[in-house]
């Protein structure tokens, strides 16, 4: 079964870059026809697709988010990672890393991240 881990620092200062990184274990990410998402959920609010790697390096990101967001992976760590460019405190949430693969979908537990003015 796939696991993801979320890493990276709880705490970024306004017009700094979120830098955070997804450990996967018990599957590759370059095994055909996964995806590999990045979700993120504001105090108060709804989940917010952000981003995407496919099983192929490709990426696709959210049109309100694109200008900021880069999506990475590292095959070697069988790690992917996010940046988000620019914050401020409104980029604050619990950010999570996600896996799908046809109906099968898979999380990370979330990883919080403040963004201080």
């Known amino acids: 079964q796939v696991q993801l881990q979320e890493s990276g620092p709880g705490l970024v200062k306004s017009s700094q870059t979120l830098s955070l990184t997804c450990t996967v274990s018990g599957g590759s990410i370059t095994t055909n026809y996964y995806a590999w998402s990045w979700i993120r959920q504001p105090p108060g609010k709804g989940l917010e697709w952000m981003g995407v790697?496919?099983?192929?390096?490709?990426?696709y990101y959210s049109p309100s988010l694109k200008s900021r967001t880069s999506i990475s992976r590292d095959t070697h760590k069988n790690q992917f990672s996010l940046q988000l460019s620019s914050v401020t405190p409104e980029d604050t949430a619990v950010y999570y890393c996600n896996a799908e693969y046809n109906w099968l979908t898979y999380w990370g537990q979330g990883t919080q991240v403040t963004v201080s003015s």
């Open positions: 790697i496919t099983y192929d390096g490709s990426t």
